[in-house]
């Protein structure tokens, strides 16, 4: 996992260099691109200009020449001459501003071509202005158009070529531009790809780190649960054992009976006999079957450990521990336990020793007045007492046993519950022998 992750990090920091160096180089060369392609359509745009601006003014010039030959009115002509002047001052700048923007020998040529046309056309200006001092009008009308106008027509013919040259020049340019732009097609489809990966593998990282933290949270919150719940059933268990100890041997009989609830509510499950028993039901069935004889903390050691048979007033005293216990359970777990288990826990501990023809205690209970959880108890209960030795008694065989189990059930017991009891009798038996306690046959 982690090799791959380190793999997956390669990649992006990879995509990441390339497209960053993928984006660098496409915005320079586009820069490159658009700057070569401004400057020559703007030089070529100036120089359309100066060519429209030196063709309409010569044109005007001719207009205006005409006008002066055939005016006979001496404000005319003058007002004529100076317009001509400023026209002339123009098309010189125009054509001072077209050398500067060409380089190439041949357009420089066109220019040196149109501009020596110009000026010939020009200083024969005089000769026209001198015939129509003269009052030659129709003479100059003449000269115009035969001694002029060779000189304009070949002026426009060389303005027209280069113009031609020109709009070649600003075709080629777009060509080339359109050219380019597609030549970077190929750079910028790998650039987006390698954004694309990028952000791919950011946004999965993003979403494996978020759900590997989710997941360990989890992970960690279950185990802390586990642990918690280990450390409970310890204190449970440890607890019974405490109380236990003070009037058996050992702790043994805390396990050995939650072995038989165990063991009894599995048979009632797999028989169905009670729909309300789930495994969830058992569970806690089995988690609060070391607490039963919780109240015996708080029967005095001289009855607890009394050899033989208790008096009257020393038994209702023993009686005592059921309804303790249930107290103590609410007491003592009310505050930890989820209510479900509290309740069994409870019933175990205050029904245990109820009976099903209603002649048990504390309540004096019958039937399915007693919880089922305290009538599995029961017989769990009774059976390892009979097994086992106590101060007031040697153990009983386990035939014996099973049979005081089987003359109860109906009377003291559930019979269904007395009857898985004995019917899982091999099962209890093989249990027995692996464990420490001293059986007789
Ligand atoms: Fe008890």
Redesign the pocket.
Known sequence: MREITKRLLLIQIMACILSLAGMIFLVARTNSITSAYSGDTEKNIIIEENIERIRSDIYFMEYILSSYALSDDESVKNSARENIEDLDIRIREAINSLGESVESPKEKEMIHSAAKNYFGFYSKLRIVFDLGKKGAGEVSDIYIREELMPYVEGCNADLEELSGRVEASTRAARLDFSNDIADLGFMQILTIVMVLLSCIIGISAVAGGGRKIVDTHEKEEAEHAERLLGIQEHIIVSLANLIESRDTDTGEHVMRTSEYVRRIADKLMEENMFPELTEEVRDRFIKAAPL??V??IKIPDQILNKPGKYESWEYDIMKG??AY?GQIIYDIMGEVEEPEYLEVAHDVAMY??ERWDGKGYPEGKRGEEIPLCARVMAVA?VFDALVSRRCYKEAFPLDRAFNIIEECSGTQFDPRVAGAFLSIRNDIENYLADSDLKIEN
Do not use: Q, R, V
């Open positions: 039963h004889d109240g015996k521990h059921a216990g245990h020793h209960d």
